[in-house]
Every structure is written in structure tokens, then in C-alpha cells.
């Protein structure tokens, strides 16, 4: 019924604007990727993959993109492995402070990137010690670690202690359990918390601005340093790269997920 | 179930000692080193004075760059509630059963890189982007108009990044909604619009109001769309950070600043959390 008033029509149209303002920048880009001029944007001359060529033959994209893939992984799999950790504590156990600790956790999402930034760098000043892998590596397990905290513990919550008592009560010892119980009711948000904090390490530019050196910059670092210049159909083409890469990852994941857990039951 | 005290903070340790390192003891060194000197060979002298702080009161340069973000946050947030509200609203009601893909839809500027989202208002509003180009053609202009860098620009970067976190926000407090409550008041006699304005909008504000806070902490905390969308006077708060650190090593006089942008979003989230309760922002986190 109120599917056909005016004022759910006039909705809908206001959604349908709001969705072409915060798609027409993405699609503009994978589009222009294709665009063959060097110069200027619109108009496009014809299709051409002359820019996704020069990009696979710049050695320095290449190794941004090894960079990027390596650091996404490696922040994905420790963020994920402490985020499990804390969830069960906050989730399974009672003890003093809980509340503070957890805001503490989750505190990262509302400082600023750039003061998570400065800190950290002027804490590696202080020690003395020069920029580094293990720089970005450690500030991007800071960034992603209260996003799986809160995938993780959201999941957390709706699985039911009796399934680890009953487990326990069969003679299973707290790993046990945790191996055969509660970790596999876990992985959905594990698999969700580990993707989104790869794609957030993958597509970070304001805190890695601070930290990234020429040896070890990333895909979002390597487009800011050719925006200087000016825009470019190849900043286009690795653009679309990026987006496709990281907008495809979580929905085949998300695909693969179900699949594998229907063929299972 | 007896408690084993000391379970817990064996799972945590690992947490704990990774936010104590890299986040509380750095956030310290910000502090302290926002009271020491620099040297004009450009080395920092330990100290306590005040000097970097005043250096930013003295005159009206540095001042105008803070009430600027505090401006341009505000219209951020508000912008992102008009825009974000019916969206959301959409959502809730619509009974599509393409109404997951739509939110998923959403979502998806998450996974695209800040910077590629910012930079591609170049290829729509530059000189030979998408809507010159698109006048151009039907004869309206007869040359390019410039659009870029100015605050409106800047405002249209800070938007695309920041609309999903309100429209998300807002999603999930009218999902929490009682739907019998609509019921109750349609059956009285209300309209759908009175029904609207005093059962739906008052109960969305929760998400309404930590779609704010949220808005507004994120965009005071950011540089990329002055820098890459604005002009010479549309400098924010962060860009003036960034520009400290990364560029004149000023590193006392960075910290200063970091610490009054820091001190400025803490009062905001403390008065926030004071009367509002701060649990909500990350309710709406959950689900990505």
C-alpha cells in the first residue's frame, strides 16, 4: 500500500540520488581507467588498455603492490589472532575494569589518524629508531584491531555458553573445546573481521602518509605521490585496480563462505 | 563455574600490551613533547614551557585554521544527516527483496580507498572533467568553469567519505525499532507522516546523534580532502599537522597542535558519552 504513495516514490528517488553521489566518483574512475589520451579527462577517445600495461611494466607499482598485499596479510592475520583473544576475555569472563578495558580497545576508532600518526613516529624517534616494515605493520594492527574486536565479539555474544559446557562436561579441556567448539562457530565473523582489516590496511593513506618511507610505500602512497603531478588516466587505471581488488575480495569470500557452509550441513 | 582470575588477562595481554605500546605510551610522548623547544638547527631541547601553545594562541593565523574545522565539521555533519537520513529510512521500510544488495551497496565506499574516492572529484568537476565537459556539450557554457579547490569542493570529498558511517548508524537504530509501534499509532488514527514524526524520528535519534559524533570526530581528524579538493584557504586542522611533521620537522610545535585537536574531539566525546552514552557508535560498527 505505501509502497505506491507519493512520498515513498519521492524516497526513493532521494536514495537513488544519494547512491549516483557516492558511486559516480568510483565508476568514473574504473571507466577513465580505459580512457587511451594522456591528457585531459572527458572526453574518452575509444577503449584502450595502454595504461593497465604501463602499469604492470613500472617496477615501482609492482613493488608498491607486494608491499600493500604483504602488509594487508600480515596485519590481517595478527589483528585477527589478538582480536579473538580479547573477545573471549570480554565476552566469556567477569572481571574488574572490563568496560574501561574494552573502551580502551575500541578507543582507536575515534582518535584521529593523524595523532595515531604523529604518536607513533615520535614514539619510534624517541627510541631512536628509523621507519620501517615493522613500523607500518605494528600501526596498522593498531587501526584494524577494534574492528575484529567488535566483529568478533558481536558473533561472540549469540553463541551460547551451554555448547562449551556441554563439551566441557564430556571431559574436553579449555583448548579442546575452544578447537572443536567455540572456534568454529566463530569463523564467519573471524573470516569478516580478518577481510575487513586486510582492506583497511590495504586502502589506509592518512596514518601510512606518516609512516610509509620510499622503500616501503603502498598502492594509496604511491597514487598520492603521483597526484602531484596531476591526475593521469594511468592514477586511474591503478585506481581501478585497487577497486576491484578490494571490492571483490570480501564478495567472493562472502560467496565461497556460504557455499562451503551448505555443502557442510 | 568457578572464576580462574587470571584467564582472562592472560587472553588479553597480548590486546592490552599491543594498545599500551603503540597507542597510550605514544600518546604520552605526543603530550611531553608538545612543552619542549626547537632548536633553530631544527634539533628538539627538552623543556617545560608553554612556549609552542602560546606560539598558536599569538596571533589569528593558527586559531582561524582550528574554528575553521570546528566550521566545516558541523556543516559536514549536518549535510551528512540530510542526506543520510531518508536513505536509511528507505531501507528500514522498503519491503524489496533487493533491500540486502542495496545495503551492501553501501558499504561498499568502505572498501574503495579513501584516496582514489577523494581524488576522483578531479575526473567530475576538473576543467575537462564530467560536468564541464556534460555542459560543454549541450551548449550551456561556452568555456570550462573552474569548480575546484574551494570549501564546497572539500565539503563533497569529506561527504563521500563520510555518509556511509551516518547512514549506517541511523539504519541500525531504526531497525531497533518495535515495527507493533508504527502499528499502534497507525491504529489510533495517525497518519503515516504523523506516525512518522512522533514514533519513528524520535526513536532513530540515538543513531542520528552517534552518526553526529562519529561524523564529526572523523572529519575534524582529516587532511586528504583539503589537501587534494581544497585551496590555499581551505586548510584544516590535520593538514596543518601534517604539514608540521612531515614537512618542517617541527616536531614541539606538531605535538602542540595534536594535542589541542586532541583535547578539542575529547571534550565533545566526554560530554557525548556524559549525557548520551557512547555505546551506541560502535553497535553500528558491528555488522560491517
Known amino acids: 500500500m505505501k509502497q505506491f504513495s507519493i512520498g515513498w516514490s519521492l524516497i526513493r528517488i532521494y536514495t537513488i540520488i544519494v547512491y549516483v553521489f557516492l558511486f559516480a566518483p568510483i565508476v568514473v574512475v574504473i571507466v577513465l581507467a580505459f580512457n587511451p589520451k594522456q591528457f585531459g579527462i572527458f572526453p574518452m577517445e575509444g577503449v584502450s588498455f595502454r595504461w593497465f600495461i604501463k602499469l604492470a611494466q613500472n617496477e615501482a607499482i609492482i613493488d608498491a603492490f607486494k608491499n600493500s598485499l604483504v602488509l594487508g596479510t600480515l596485519t590481517a592475520l595478527l589483528s585477527t589472532a589478538i582480536g579473538i583473544l580479547a573477545a573471549m576475555a570480554f565476552i566469556r569472563f567477569e572481571f574488574p575494569g572490563k568496560n574501561t578495558l574494552n573502551t580502551l580497545l575500541l578507543s582507536p576508532i575515534m582518535i584521529p589518524e593523524v595523532v595515531l600518526g604523529v604518536a607513533l613516529l615520535l614514539f619510534l624517534r624517541f627510541l631512536q629508531q628509523p621507519k620501517s616494515f615493522a613500523l607500518l605493520l605494528i600501526g596498522h594492527v593498531v587501526l584494524t584491531l577494534p574492528y575484529v574486536l567488535l566483529i568478533v565479539q558481536a558473533r561472540l555474544v549469540g553463541i551460547k555458553t551451554e555448547y562449551e559446557e556441554a563439551a566441557k562436561s564430556l571431559g574436553a579441556n579449555a583448548f579442546q573445546t575452544f578447537k572443536e567448539i567455540t572456534l568454529p562457530l566463530l569463523l564467519p565473523a573471524i573470516l569478516a573481521g580478518a577481510l575487513f582489516s586486510f582492506t583497511i590496511s590495504f586502502d589506509d593513506i592518512t596514518a601510512t602518509l606518516f609512516w610509509a618511507t620510499a622503500q616501503n610505500q603502498t598502492v594509496p602512497v604511491k597514487i598520492f605521490s603521483m597526484l602531484r603531478l596531476s591526475i593521469s588516466p594511468e592514477i586511474n587505471a591503478l585506481g581501478a585496480v585497487m577497486i576491484v581488488l578490494t571490492v571483490t575480495t570480501p564478495l567472493l569470500a562472502g560467496y565461497l563462505s556460504r557455499k562451503f557452509s551448505k555443502v557442510k550441513t | ?288
Not at chain 2, 38 to 43: D, E, I
Not at chain 2, 59 to 66: A, R
Not at chain 2, 110 to 133: A, E, Y
Not at chain 2, 148 to 160: A, P, Q, S
Request: charged share 10%; proline share 6%.
Open chain 2, 1 to 288: 563455574m568457578r572464576p580462574k582470575s587470571w584467564k582472562p588477562w592472560a587472553l588479553l595481554a597480548p590486546s592490552m600490551s599491543a594498545v599500551f605500546l603503540l597507542l597510550v605510551i605514544p600518546l604520552c610522548f605526543v603530550v611531553v613533547y608538545s612543552f619542549w623547544l626547537r632548536a633553530p638547527s631544527g634539533a628538539d631541547i627538552p623543556a617545560f614551557q608553554f612556549g609552542n601553545y602560546a606560539k598558536f594562541f599569538e596571533d589569528f593565523f593558527y586559531p582561524k585554521i582550528l574554528i575553521r574545522t570546528i566550521r566545516i565539521s558541523f556543516e559536514t555533519v549536518i549535510l551528512c544527516v540530510f542526506m543520510g537520513y531518508i536513505p536509511a529510512y528507505f531501507f528500514y521500510r522498503s519491503e524489496s527483496r533487493y533491500k540486502k544488495a542495496f545495503l551492501l551497496l553501501i558499504m561498499l565506499p568502505f572498501w574503495v580507498s579513501f584516496i582514489i574516492r577523494t581524488m576522483s572529484w578531479i575526473n567530475i568537476m576538473g576543467d575537462s572533467g564530467l560536468i564541464n565537459h556534460f555542459l560543454l556539450k549541450i551548449g550551456l557554457i561556452q568555456s570550462p568553469i573552474s569548480m575546484l579547490y574551494n570549501e564546497f569542493t572539500v565539503l563533497m570529498g569529506l561527504i563521500m567519505y563520510l555518509l556511509p558511517f551516518m547512514v549506517l548508524n541511523i539504519y541500525v537504530s531504526l531497525e531497533g525499532i518495535d515495527k507493533s509501534l508504527l502499528e499502534a499509532a497507525r491504529c489510533m488514527g495517525c497518519t503515516e507522516w504523523q506516525a512518522f514524526r512522533e514514533v519513528t524520528l524520535p526513536l532513530s535519534l540515538p543513531g542520528v546523534s552517534a552518526g553526529c559524533l562519529l561524523v564529526f570526530v572523523l572529519t575534524a581528524g582529516t587532511y586528504l580532502p583539503p589537501m587534494i579538493l581544497g585551496g590555499p584557504g581551505n586548510e584544516m586542522i590535520a593538514n596543518l599537522i601534517f604539514k608540521r611533521i612531515v614537512g618542517t620537522l617541527d616536531w614541539p610545535f606538531g605535538s602542540a597542535i595534536s594535542v589541542i585537536l586532541l583535547s578539542l574531539l575529547f571534550v565533545i566525546v566526554w560530554t557525548y558519552n556524559r549525557y548520551l552514552g557512547i555505546n551506541q557508535i560502535f553497535k553500528s560498527l558491528q555488522g560491517n
